[in-house]
């Protein structure tokens, strides 16, 4: 009896659906337009987060040390700058090292390697260099180094990338405010479509609900079409958004190798590896929100 009631919602529900095809059309379009938007917010943090890290993975600070210092020295002090709080590694680069990486770094700059070779010595000198373990405590490690009281260190060079985070992280965070702003609008409008798509169906069939009322029909056998309609809308939005997001992330992808040259930012294999959590959530949020709607709008309108 229940299975035949309930082929009788969906036969009820899609007769709905094909009654008001227009309404029903614009209800999934900006279901669809509010998962795009939530969607391309989310790949707008990812690529943020992977950059930010990236960055921080390549903050650095270098102190060189005076030529001809003994290893020895150079090991005391590179153990009594890992004894510090923030640093979470330190690297010695020796003299030729230091040579070598200059001349990879700058092999097809002939003037700059004849240069070099005009000199007849290495003009490089040993350095240490030094990774942070918490880039938000930048300041706090550039205090400490800073006052390293080390005859053998000659200088010291500390790019403040704290400026490129704090860009980048502002960037993000007005892009993310305005994605969640736009998110809202979509959700917001997607209720009062939903709302007015069931109270016009409920209008369509009056004639019906007030016979199947006069039959002594339950008030959840009356609900159950509009709330499949709901379910239905947001499973052809769902489906739509998978089939056209995954090509738009594939053409996406080159831009993102293309600026992001030196970092490795796959956002299709994010979405792939999270297909799950993102899209079924977002389902289930969406499915949510339309029965809430139809369940307000049955209860209001369907009083025969």
Do not use: C
């Not at 890290?53 to 001809?68: A, H, L, P, Q, T």
């Not at 704090?166 to 998110?183: E, H, P, Q, V, W």
């Amino acid at each position: 009896m229940f299975a035949l009631s309930f082929l009788r919602a969906i036969k009820f529900s899609l007769q709905d659906t094909y009654r008001n095809i227009w309404l029903s059309l614009v209800t999934i379009t900006i279901l669809i337009l509010a998962l795009f938007s939530v969607n391309i917010l989310l790949t707008v943090k990812v690529i943020s987060e992977a950059a930010v890290n990236s960055i921080k993975e390549r903050i650095d600070m270098s102190i060189f040390i005076v030529n001809g210092t003994p290893e020895s020295e150079i090991n005391d002090l590179r153990t009594m700058i890992e004894s510090i709080d923030n640093v979470r590694e330190v690297t010695y680069i020796s003299e030729l090292q230091a040579l070598e990486n200059f001349k990879a770094k700058h092999s097809t700059e002939a003037n700059i390697l004849e240069a070099l070779d005009e000199v007849g010595s290495n003009p490089l000198s040993p350095t240490l260099v030094i990774k942070p373990k918490d880039t938000d405590r930048y300041e706090e490690l550039l205090s400490s180094l800073d006052s390293l009281d080390y005859p053998i260190i000659d200088s010291m060079d500390f790019d403040d990338h704290r400026v490129i985070l704090d860009k980048i992280n502002s960037i993000t965070g007005k892009i993310s405010r305005a994605g969640m702003i736009l998110s809202a609008i979509f959700i917001a409008i997607t209720i009062l479509l939903v709302y007015n798509s069931i109270r016009v169906a409920i209008y369509t069939h009056r004639r019906e609900i007030g016979i199947m009322k006069l039959v002594g029909a339950s008030h959840w056998f009356i609900r159950l079409p509009f709330l499949i309609s709901s379910f239905n809308y947001t499973s052809i939005g769902v489906l739509i958004v998978i089939a056209s997001f995954y090509p738009f992330l594939n053409l996406l992808q080159p831009y993102i190798d293309t600026f992001f040259i030196d970092y490795q930012i796959n956002i299709v294999n994010y979405f792939n590896a999270n297909f799950i959590e993102i899209f079924g959530l977002e389902f289930l949020s969406l499915v949510l929100v339309n029965i809430f709607a139809s369940l307000i709008a049955v209860n209001k309108y369907s009083r025969v």
